[in-house]
């Protein structure tokens, strides 16, 4: 007889437990484990081109451009509907991408390493805010963005990374929720002290003009340690992935059609749904109506007991994803009642310094009634135009459902 | 008649409107007025040598070595004790300073520029934790950082600083404070945002080695905007001061035996009495017997509104102070009662994004029997040691009678 309660302990505790490391940055294609050169990687539960929202489908013609394997979209896109490009979803490659997600082979990427397990997890780079390839924007300012951070951005945090032991990923966003982040939406701190990481060896390395663009870079987009965070999530997430019997959440993401999630004790499988648009604050001119669904493997940090389960850290936020601050606490509290474990290192100082929800169990969330909360940005949903606002959003219960029956076939059954 | 409501609206209106930006670093000597060159400057209202507590005169001393006006202790004191040093106030040459507080004519200054009513304050540079001359440590390791502090980070910072259009203070704490600092103790966020608005320039202007150090040194002390966001709250004081029968307090200082405080309708008159011992918590090895009395320029930051005045915005503190995160949240409700309005662009996010408690009304301490809470550091009460904890202390009651009494007799005797 399976032991579900103790599974799940087990599974949380092997989340707690991970201790990500930003070991330094790589080429796509040379580290992540099957990404194959024809080969495009995307955000979210398998999909077919053909499935592909807006955005989506705007990052994949964007990657064919920057690896040079198309020279217009017509022929990106040509080159796709010849069934030229396989496409897989980053989680299966132990990666994970904000937003579209889409990692090509050439693009230079994160490396974090899990102390505690051994595992190696990977993120791409982040672009900053406005028209960004990850919501789907692929004209020649963006890929002109691409290309400056492939060619100067990425070697000089590479070096700077090559010189010391890393940068401990947990102990930042431990750091980071005592000041106002959540780690998904929010990552104002935690992007500066990445900044106060790296800037000293930056400015050492780097000669010249471009060190002044790099610091700038860096400092300046508040979203900067998102992708390496995303990345520390995944290995929290893989870490507690694979136990028997366990009916913990190990992975959540949308590739802006469905919402998918995967399980400790189900093997490979995804639990799908389509994505629902997210309820937020719109920038001036736009509104619902120009909103994809729900897009991005950033819920891996929702996942790993941060994001929206960690909202009551960031009162601050609701100022751009709409609500009151009471909101805030409100989102973490409901947490509570829908996961193991409150975590040992990432802690809330407005609730007296009481760990954050993690380890979501799928039972709970069933009985309860009671989906996981979720901060995002909202992408527009054709190709090419970016971000239209930001908001809170939950996944469809009945992929919990779902899943929780192939557990009751699996282990009861 | 005197309207002292409206005197004190005024004097709030414009201690709010004060816009202190950070124009440069300049040699005080130089630009300080008042500042002789046999003179030294330090925190708190008047005071002799004899008077003097350890922290202070082993910053004197220290300072006097620095200058090269002595080459030891001995001659140091010897010099102070033969009248050859003239000792005054920071806050009566429009500047302050942390702890000691002492600036001497050849130390390197911050220079703030209130762009709304054009007045220039300064204070000197933040020498980051440990043994430093701020806590009256005068030893070859202070000194030499101080040499190092004046032959290269200032010039530095100065470059950099002299490139743009300075960094408006006022926006800096506003976005601080909605990242759990209070700006007082509490200057993690702060630092990070002052070394990114500072790192792109100085890694392009200084070359060689030292900048690693310069960037190292301004991004690992978490206090590194303590002493230009203290000149931005000496602007917003001086700008409330001088308003005729304003009952409102515009500046509060300690040098380590008294406690001193201005109001902005009596002119340049400190009401002073013996300052207390802080309540808080000791480092490893050390405890209350040890403390000097409550010293330093700081209480500045509470007299702008922010500090234990804003400490419901930043709960983390007490991890450092001491006390549970709902005595933030009831610190910064009590100094609702004694202030007169709230702030327009210091704001917290945990209480609905409510402006902060500011100005200080007399009035209201003495009826309510209520004294301003203060934030603050330790010093050991011997010269040379350092800071040895960190707590919660308040000004003696009486000041706040006497200046009462001293207003009565002037506006109604």
Redo the contacts between chains.
């Keep these: 007889m399976i032991d579900v309660k103790q599974a799940n302990l087990t599974a949380v505790s092997r989340m707690v437990a991970a201790r990500p490391v930003l070991r330094g940055i790589s080429t796509a294609g040379d580290v992540i484990p099957g990404l194959e050169p024809d080969m495009l990687l995307h955000a979210g539960p398998p999909i077919a081109w053909e499935q592909m929202s807006g955005p989506l489908r705007g990052a994949i013609v964007g990657a064919l451009l920057f690896e040079g394997r198309a020279s217009s979209v017509t022929e990106a896109e040509a080159l796709v509907e010849a069934g030229e490009v396989r496409f897989s979803p980053c989680h299966q490659h132990d990666a994970v991408g904000p937003m579209a997600g889409v990692i090509s082979p050439s693009m230079a990427v994160y490396e974090v390493e899990d102390l505690t397990h051994g595992h190696r997890t990977f993120s791409n780079l982040n672009e900053g805010y406005g028209k960004v390839l990850r919501y789907g924007a692929y004209g020649d300012d963006v890929l002109e963005r691409l290309r400056w951070m492939h060619s100067d951005l990425a070697p000089a945090v590479g070096a700077a990374l090559a010189e010391g032991d890393g940068i401990d990923l947990r102990a930042l966003l431990s750091e980071a929720l005592?000041?106002?982040?959540e780690g998904h939406n929010r990552n104002?701190?935690g992007s500066?002290?990445f900044?106060?990481h790296l800037?000293?060896?930056?400015?050492?390395l780097v000669s010249g003009?471009e060190?002044?663009?790099i610091?700038?870079f860096l400092?300046?987009n508040a979203l900067s340690v998102l992708n390496p965070v995303m990345a520390a999530c995944k290995a929290m997430g893989d870490a507690a992935h694979g136990i028997e019997g366990s009916t913990v959440v190990t992975a959540m993401a949308r590739n802006g059609t469905d919402f998918g999630i995967r399980v400790s004790g189900l093997g490979d499988a995804w639990f799908t749904a389509p994505a629902a648009v997210p309820d937020g604050l719109y920038f001036p001119g736009f509104g619902p109506d120009d909103a994809n669904p729900d897009i991005g493997d950033s819920t891996i940090t929702e996942t790993a007991g941060i994001g929206a389960f960690a909202m009551a850290a960031s009162?601050?936020i609701?100022?751009f994803i709409g609500g009151?601050?009471?909101d805030a606490l409100t989102a973490t509290l409901e947490m509570y009642e829908i996961t193991v474990a409150e975590h040992d290192h990432f802690t809330i100082?407005?609730?007296?310094?009481r760990g954050t929800p993690v380890g979501i169990d799928l039972q709970k969330v069933v009985e309860l009634g009671v989906t996981p909360r979720v901060n995002t940005g909202i992408a527009h949903r054709q190709a090419g135009v970016g971000q239209v606002g930001a908001g809170l959003v939950r996944p469809p219960i009945e992929i919990f459902e779902e899943a929780l029956i192939a557990w009751a076939d699996r282990y009861l059954g």
């Design positions: 005592h000041m106002g982040d104002k701190a500066l002290l900044l106060r800037a000293p060896a930056i400015s050492r003009p060190v002044d663009r610091l700038e400092g300046g009162p601050a609701v100022s009151h601050p009471d100082p407005a609730l007296g310094f």
